[in-house]
């Protein structure tokens, strides 16, 4: 009878607890794995989520959390779980790439996250841009440590598109064939070989320049005790011109006046003294003004007393 009553009672308790013994709701579960996590900045990496359970379906998101506050959206919710993902260069902190994984059968969610070191290659200086030619524009720039080379790059808005000028080992470009006062923007980049694969720096700002070809004084003779007179060459794309005066012709050359046409005449001068000129074209588009190469001096002397 004791046998009965303790199996009797160990059933009771088998049947009790039998909740207890069933296995759990599945619950979902990511793995965020990065195909690198110490790449170079714009290289392209495979963000892919691993380790996946739940009851589904699943959809997911990946976003970059920059670990000074940046945040953006690489994929939106999507049933797809891998993305690749150019690394942008942030400064010298590491950066976060967060998964985020939704389970649509028992709406649970769960966040998964790697962290990037970003290696930089050094950008080089924003170019200096300037017209060397009625078709021509001169881009330079300062260089960089262990740099293999430099693309520029050129368009026709600061916005884009931009298109490879030239690869060069140079610190200097010449992009010619281009359109007389017409702005064109350059950007570039630095090149270097790191481990046997090409790396690339960010682009520093564009900078735009205009191509204006160097005009020619025609005469320049005085017009009285106190004034000469100037003409010279149209430069085509020119909107006005920039006359400089000094009173030698090695001296530090001073705005003498503006004009849209091609000839002036400067006054408040002494009589019977010889100054030297130099004509600078320019090209004026919206709120910008865009200045060609300076011409050689001329000189000029006013009537004596």
């Not at 808005?157 to 490879?164: C, D, I």
């Not at 007389?180 to 090409?198: A, E, H, I, L, S």
């Amino acid at each position: 009878m004791k046998r009965f009553f303790a199996a009797l009672a160990c059933a009771a308790l088998l049947l009790g607890f039998a909740p207890l013994a069933s296995p759990p709701a599945r619950m979902v579960t990511a793995q965020l794995w990065a195909s690198d996590t110490t790449p170079y900045a714009n290289d392209t990496i495979r963000l892919e989520v691993r380790n996946v359970a739940g009851v589904g379906p699943c959809q997911y998101a990946f976003d970059f959390v920059d670990h000074m506050g940046g945040f953006r959206t690489i994929q939106g919710l999507s049933a797809r779980d891998y993305c690749y993902y150019v690394v942008p260069y942030t400064g010298n902190h590491p950066q976060d790439i967060m998964v985020t994984v939704l389970d649509a059968g028992d709406n649970s969610y769960k966040e998964s996250i790697v962290t990037l070191y970003v290696s930089a290659v050094l950008q080089p200086s924003t170019p200096k841009v300037e017209a060397v030619g009625g078709s021509a524009i001169r881009v330079s720039w300062n260089g960089v440590p262990d740099a293999d080379g430099y693309e520029v790059w050129w368009g026709e808005s600061e916005k884009g598109p931009f298109r490879l000028a030239k690869y060069t080992a140079a610190l200097s470009y010449t992009k010619t064939y281009l359109k007389p006062g017409t702005r064109y923007w350059f950007k570039v980049r630095t090149v270097q070989m790191v481990g046997g694969q090409r790396k690339i720096s960010n682009f520093r700002s564009a900078r735009a320049g205009v191509p204006l070809a160097k005009p020619s004084i025609l005469s320049a003779a005085a017009a009285g005790k106190d004034r000469v007179r100037l003409a010279w060459a149209a430069v085509p794309g020119a909107t006005g011109y920039r006359v400089l005066m000094c009173a030698s012709p090695a001296g530090m050359y001073t705005e003498a006046f503006t004009t849209s046409a091609t000839y002036g005449v400067k006054t408040g001068l002494l009589p019977g003294k010889t100054y030297w000129f130099k004509v600078q074209p320019y090209t004026r588009i919206y709120r910008d003004s865009y200045y060609g190469p300076v011409s050689a001096y001329r000189a000029a002397a006013t009537l004596p007393q």
